[in-house]
């Protein structure tokens, strides 16, 4: 194993580098435009003058926060020639063998005028723009679309995710054309994915009221997996069943299908013995002769005769066991998303199996052993995928995990989501940029307050322009994921006002200020023909 010196005291002849150069006949890299420093050192160490070759599309770099560096891409992409030695040559491919003709044109038209060295850190002119490389003149392009909806700020992502079921509804089943495939077939869902720049909580939202419009849905960056709600209830089971003198728990349990008690009937047993815990309330209601009554001891006499029989089986075999008595695995079955709910118990199966060999300890403790990883940060506790290639559902992610992929049909959400400006605001107390340097605040300790200086000043506004610039490129990456229609949906909360903001010219300083998506994608207005808005 060698390692690389990076430092410029070790330099591209060290005998280290000589050796790997000599060693490889050719060096292929892919993505040249997520390439950071490092990685270009690495690179430089190992490659030689004559036998690497880069692919890469700069207005695709979308990956600043991972330290990805597009200038070191665009200063080969200024510097390398068409003609010329074979060396430092510039091969563009600017046929794009996916998208139709509508949404070529529209993507054209968009970033004509607001990506450019200024914002975007590259000029979308001739050379940059897309050629379409499908061929087909028997079927008319579709243009792409875009439907600003008037919406508040608290319901706007609900109002949009109506409005794309409605769509998804209208199109699936009927015949579309496809030029990459060169077929017209019935739209599937699988064909359909819906981008959105963010994901956190808006994205459950989208996925849940697809769900409730019998749309089958695919979402892989929800609640991690102990904090899915057959799991939340199942392991509040467990505790009731150790001790039900814990209201919440117990709450809800019973209001599951576990329990099986309605919202009236626990209202009925809380007004029967007020002024006291849950569960008292509960053991009053079964000493009464009504059916409730009833209904209440025999779920307390359940609890006592599992109890008993938790110290007798292993855990797996115990959860097992609930899952067939209570009904519970084949009730989440019928839900929404019910095979992904029926994994997911499966799943705990496995993992509690696994918990008593590590730590030989009983089931009663098996909540306290999950509970630490249920405030874990979302994605660090996975829900187990069910998916394949092959099943027939939409798609929701980010437009981050859309890169590389492709769909006859996409949706981008959100549209009128402000840009991630985090880093260039005041809050940030040093400001270490690669360019720029190190850039601190001045602090005043007497008054316990801190400045802007000069500096900090310059470097946030160079890391709003950068920050900008990701959001255009993020813009392009969505749009062309597109194969046969792209359909934009975006929500304000008053229409009239920002059509004032969309009728200023298109300025750098303007594109500035508007920082929305939907700000930007008014361009599409602004062309009109193509577009359809």
Known sequence: IYTLSL???????????????????????????????????????????????????????????????????????????????????LITLGQNFRSNQGIIDCVNDVFSRIMSPELGEIAYDDEAALICGLADST???????????????????????????????????????????????????????????????????????????GIPTYFDAGASYYQSIEIIVFLNLIRVIDNYQQDLPLL??????????SDEELAAIRIGAKNRPFYQSLEAAAETKTALGQKARMFLDHLERWRKLAYTQSVADFLWRLYLETGYYTAVGALP????????????????????????????????????????????????????????????????????????????????????????????????????????????????????????????????????????RLLYVAMTRAMAKLIMVGSVADLEKEKERWEKPCTIGNLKKGRQGSSWRSEERRVGKECRS
């Open 7 to 89: 430092h410029d005291a070790l330099p591209i002849s060290s005998w280290i580098a000589v050796t790997l150069q000599k060693r490889y006949i050719q060096v292929f890299i892919d993505e040249y435009q997520d390439t950071n420093e490092v990685q270009e050192a690495i690179l430089a160490r190992v490659r030689r003058a004559d036998n690497y070759f880069m692919v890469g599309d700069v207005k695709q770099s979308i990956y600043r926060f991972r330290q990805a560096d597009p200038t070191i891409f665009i200063e080969k992409y200024q510097r390398f020639q068409k003609q010329g030695r074979a060396a430092d040559r």
């Open 139 to 213: 079927h008319p392009a579709e243009p792409a679309e875009l439907h600003v909806l008037q919406a508040s700020a608290s319901n706007h992502i609900e109002a949009e995710a109506r409005y794309i079921a409605g769509r998804i509804h209208e199109m699936v089943g009927k015949e579309q054309w496809i030029a990459k495939e060169g077929v017209s077939r019935p739209l599937r869902y699988r064909d359909i994915g819906v981008l959105m720049r963010s994901v956190s909580s808006r994205g459950e939202t989208v996925a849940r009221i697809l769900a409730d419009a």
């Open 252 to 261: 809800s349990v019973m209001r599951s299908p576990i329990g099986r008690f």
């Open 337 to 472: 998303g019910g095979e992904q709910r029926q994994k997911n118990l499966r799943v705990l199966l496995q993992r509690a199996s696994d918990y008593q060999t590590a730590t030989l300890h009983g089931v009663f403790q098996f909540p306290d052993y999950a509970q630490p990883l249920t405030k874990r940060r979302q994605g660090d506790v996975m829900t187990p995928s069910i998916l394949s290639e092959n099943d027939d559902v939409v798609r929701i992610m980010t437009i981050h995990k859309s890169k590389g992929l492709e769909f006859p049909v996409v949706f981008l959400a959100d549209c009128g989501k402000g840009a991630n400006l985090k880093n260039a605001t005041g809050k940030v107390k040093v400001y270490f940029h690669q360019k720029l340097g190190i850039c601190p605040k001045w602090i005043d300790p007497s008054a316990k307050l801190y400045h802007d200086t000069l500096a900090t000043t310059l470097v946030q506004e160079q890391v709003k322009t950068e920050s900008l610039s990701e959001e255009i």
